[in-house]
Structures are given as structure tokens and as C-alpha cells.
């Protein structure tokens, strides 16, 4: 797409750090409102082409501009060089125009315990030895979305690092070849499909039958300190979680949005299958219109949180806080329902769907060839490819409603950013005030 002139502008822009040098918006620097809009519309879409994630580039944003903001303020601190040190390790990454993707979510061991006070150390990626010339981390990051085909790995902190806990305050980017670095892949029970014999039908298309995130573990490695961005000031790290949480939740809702497009699309083709016109149909039409209704508020409300970006001293930009845990929390409540009405339409085959393997065997293939016919025109084997994608887009065979709820934090995390944002007490103040109250 970077390359039609259609989507040329949404794609990329002109490095803000190299003069001349045209670079993909997914390893840019947010110079404004603007580049946060056009760097989010892209999730959707990339999204509408791919209908799964594209972590091992959307997530490096994120983080991108959270180190580039973040490595400027400890510098103003404590008079380190670690945002000189970013600025030359992203001029080259956007030079080689390479993928990064954002390495958070810790294991996390027992959920009630801190890093420190875990029963392993290990349940939080840290630092192990300081050396003269760089750092060894240990670890493990939790399904690492797409982690797998990235150039670079841009480790950051999960949570807010506590006194003691300096070893776990640490930022740094490690080529994906490096020594030490382990990934075990995901593997949902769907992805059993994927061990048939020429399969194809049940495939779809490789493009949307895989999400594809690791286990990602560090076992030892060693970061030069070129690549070190964060290693010990403990007290950024919770700036660091806040301003990546604030990208991906606004890149979340957008790419949400693109999916329960899909599903749209989805929807009035399988109606097709089944014989219905779904435009004459009152009912089937009102439920594919409220799909576009749900998919165009949540993308609203990504541009909304986009488009009231505000700037960091660095120069750099940042979505609403409040505005993007609100779209964030939309798409998982627009997800839940989109995917139960795409059940509705599609009919029981979604989720009874024979093999592709009785369709194609000598005993079975009569009977399936007879039975499952549908619509006039339309071939048994279109109709199961069809009802194969609505499956995965309802999340029958994909882990896309996992990916909604948690995806950039579960929302228990917005609620509590927006339940301290809200400056409820003013509000009550407006009540009180209209109601006629006087204190
Ligand atoms: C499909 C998918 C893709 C992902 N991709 C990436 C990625 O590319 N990069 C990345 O870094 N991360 C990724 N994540 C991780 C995502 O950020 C986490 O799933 C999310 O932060 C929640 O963590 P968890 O899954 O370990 O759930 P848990 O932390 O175990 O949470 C489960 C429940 O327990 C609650 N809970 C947990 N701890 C506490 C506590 N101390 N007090 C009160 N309640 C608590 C939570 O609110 C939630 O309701 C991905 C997740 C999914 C599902």
C-alpha cells in the first residue's frame, strides 16, 4: 500500500529525523494530531486487507514514541544521553525501514504479587548483570503478537517499577536474531485445521487464519548500551507504561473497528450463501446496519481520542488519555456484540461446519455436495469457505475476542484511568448547581 499513490499519504510521511527520507508511519514520530489520525486510520486498513493483527509493526509505534518521549524527560533529569541513543537506534530503523514490535506484557507469575515479591525473579523481564559494555535481561513476554517476524524487539516495562525494583525499570531494543532469545508459539485448538493435508478451504486464506504470538523469552541476553533506553530510573517507568497504553488503546478500537467491517461484509455474503437477499430481509438488515453503526463508532472514537492529541515537551504526540480508555472499552463491548450478531445471521453452520476433508472424500463428498447446498448460483464448497471466515471473525476459530478484551490491558486497567481522569467532583458541582443545592 505504501507504494499506491493512493494510500502513499496514509502510509508514510517524511521522516521528521532524516531529511529527505521518506519512512513507513508505522516508525514514525508523531509530529502532530495529524500523524497520531493517519498512523491509526492505517491499523484499519491493514485490518480490512489482513482481518488479524499486524503487532510486529503497529505495537512499535507505540513504544517508539513512548521512548522517544520518555528517554527526553529522563535526560532532562538526571543529564543522561539515553534520548540521543534512541534518536540514532530509530534513524536507523526507519533507514531500513524495519519492523518493530513492542515486548510489554510480562509473564506475571502470581497476579498478586509484584516483580519483587514474585517466589521466581524471573516473572518480570529485568536486568541480571551490568556490564562495561551493555546489560543481560531475563525474562519472558506474553503472547507476543506476531513478535515472531519482527526486525526488533522493544522491551518496556509491564508496570510501574517500586522502590527495589530497579532492575525491572528497563527499556532497550535487541535485534529478533540475538542470543538467548527463545519463542515458543501459540497454539488455539483452531489451529489443528492447520495440520491437514493440502488444506485450503479450511484454510482461507493464510493471511487471516493465524494470529501468531510467542511466548517470547529472554534467556540471558545481551543489550549494549547503545540499545538501553531505560535501565534503573525507576520512577519513569510508570510514564513509560501510560503513554504506550494511551497509542496502542487508540490503535485497538480502530483496528476493532476494521473487524466488525469485515464481519459486515461477512455477513451479507453468507446471506448470499443461504439463499436470502439480506437488503430485503427487515430484520438481517438491520442487523448488518447496526454492525456498520457498532465498526463506525469505534472508529470514531478512535479519532476522536486521535485527533485531541496532545504534545509532549519532546515534540512528539499523544492521544486523549481519557478519550482512548473510553474507545478502548467501546470496541470490547462492540466486538462482543458484532460477533453474536454475525452468529445470528450465519446460522448454525458456523459453528458445525463439516471438513474440508468430507468434502473432498469419495464417501462423504455426495452427501456434503447434496445437503449443504444453499443459495441458487452458489457452489457447496463457496458456501463453506464463507462460513470457514465467519467462523474466525466471530472468534469460533481465531482469538480475536481475547485480542479485544485484553489487547493493550484487561479493562478493568481502562476503568480505573478513566474513574481518575473523570473529575467527578466538578460534575456533581454542575448537578448540585442546576438542582439549586447550596453548600
Ligand atoms: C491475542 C492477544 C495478543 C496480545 N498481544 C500482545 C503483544 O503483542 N504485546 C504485549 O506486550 N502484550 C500482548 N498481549 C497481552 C495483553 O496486554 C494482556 O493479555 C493483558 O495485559 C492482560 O494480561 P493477562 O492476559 O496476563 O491477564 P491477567 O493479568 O491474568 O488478567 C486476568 C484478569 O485478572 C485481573 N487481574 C490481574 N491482576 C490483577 C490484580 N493484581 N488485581 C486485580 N485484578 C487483577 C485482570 O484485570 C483481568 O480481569 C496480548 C494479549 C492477547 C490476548
Known amino acids: 500500500m505504501a507504494q499506491e499513490d493512493e494510500y502513499l499519504g496514509l502510509m508514510t510521511r517524511e521522516s521528521s529525523l532524516i531529511k529527505g527520507e521518506r519512512i513507513s508511519r508505522y516508525v514514525q514520530i508523531h509530529r502532530s494530531p495529524d500523524d497520531v489520525l493517519k498512523r491509526t486510520l492505517a491499523n484499519r486498513e491493514l485490518q480490512l486487507r489482513h482481518g488479524t493483527c499486524h503487532a510486529a509493526r503497529c505495537s512499535g509505534t507505540h513504544g517508539i514514541n513512548a521512548l522517544f518521549a520518555t528517554t527526553y524527560d529522563i535526560d532532562q533529569k538526571y543529564g543522561t544521553d539515553y ?97 538467548g532469545i527463545i519463542h515458543i508459539f501459540e497454539w488455539p485448538s483452531a489451529l489443528a485445521g492447520r495440520l491437514q493435508d493440502g488444506a485450503d478451504v479450511d484454510l482461507g486464506l493464510p493471511d487471516y487464519g493465524i494470529h501468531g504470538s510467542t511466548l517470547l523469552i529472554f534467556d540471558n541476553v545481551f543489550v549494549p548500551y547503545d540499545n538501553v533506553f531505560l535501565a534503573g530510573e525507576r520512577d519513569f517507568s510508570f510514564q513509560l507504561v501510560m503513554q504506550l497504553g494511551k497509542l496502542q488503546r487508540a490503535a485497538a478500537s480502530m483496528c476493532k473497528s476494521g473487524a466488525i467491517e469485515l464481519m459486515a461484509g461477512a455477513a451479507a455474503s453468507i446471506c448470499r450463501c443461504n439463499g436470502l437477499d439480506w437488503k430485503k430481509i427487515p430484520h438481517i438488515k438491520d442487523k448488518i446496519t447496526k454492525l456498520i453503526n457498532l465498526a463506525v463508532r469505534c472508529r470514531g472514537c478512535s479519532l476522536g481520542a486521535c485527533a485531541m492529541s496532545e504534545s509532549h515537551p519532546s515534540g512528539s504526540f499523544f492521544s486523549d488519555d481519557l478519550l482512548t480508555n473510553a474507545a478502548k472499552l467501546t470496541e470490547v463491548e462492540a466486538i462482543s ?91 456533581e458541582g454542575y448537578a448540585e448547581m442546576l438542582s439549586g443545592i447550596q453548600h
Open 83 to 179: 534520548h540521543d541513543r534512541f534518536i540514532r537506534w530509530i534513524k536507523n530503523v526507519q533507514s531500513k525501514d524495519q519492523a518493530v514490535d513492542l515486548a510489554s506484557c510480562d509473564v506475571k507469575g502470581d497476579r498478586s504479587k509484584g516483580p519483587s515479591q514474585q517466589s521466581d525473579p524471573d516473572m518480570y523481564v529485568h536486568i541480571v548483570e551490568k556490564r562495561s559494555d551493555g546489560i543481560v535481561i531475563r525474562g519472558a513476554k506474553a503472547y507476543q503478537s506476531c513478535a515472531i517476524v519482527a526486525d526488533w524487539h522493544l522491551v518496556v516495562p509491564y508496570v510501574s517499577a517500586q522502590k527495589g525494583e530497579e532492575n525491572y525499570a528497563l527499556a532497550c531494543a535487541i535485534p529478533s536474531n540475538s542470543k
Open 337 to 427: 456484540e458484532a460477533t453474536t450478531i454475525l452468529i445470528d445471521i450465519a446460522g448454525g453452520l458456523i459453528g458445525t461446519l463439516p471438513s474440508e476433508r468430507d468434502l473432498k472424500s469419495p464417501a462423504t463428498r455426495k452427501y456434503i455436495e447434496k445437503y449443504l447446498k444453499g443459495g441458487a448460483g452458489v457452489s457447496v464448497e463457496d458456501r463453506m469457505r464463507m462460513f470457514r471466515l465467519c467462523e474466525y471473525l466471530s472468534g469460533g476459530s481465531s482469538n480475536l475476542r481475547a485480542a479485544s478484551v485484553h489487547t493493550a490491558g484487561s479493562p478493568a486497567v481502562q476503568n480505573l484511568i478513566i474513574t481518575a481522569l473523570a473529575d467527578v467532583d466538578k460534575l
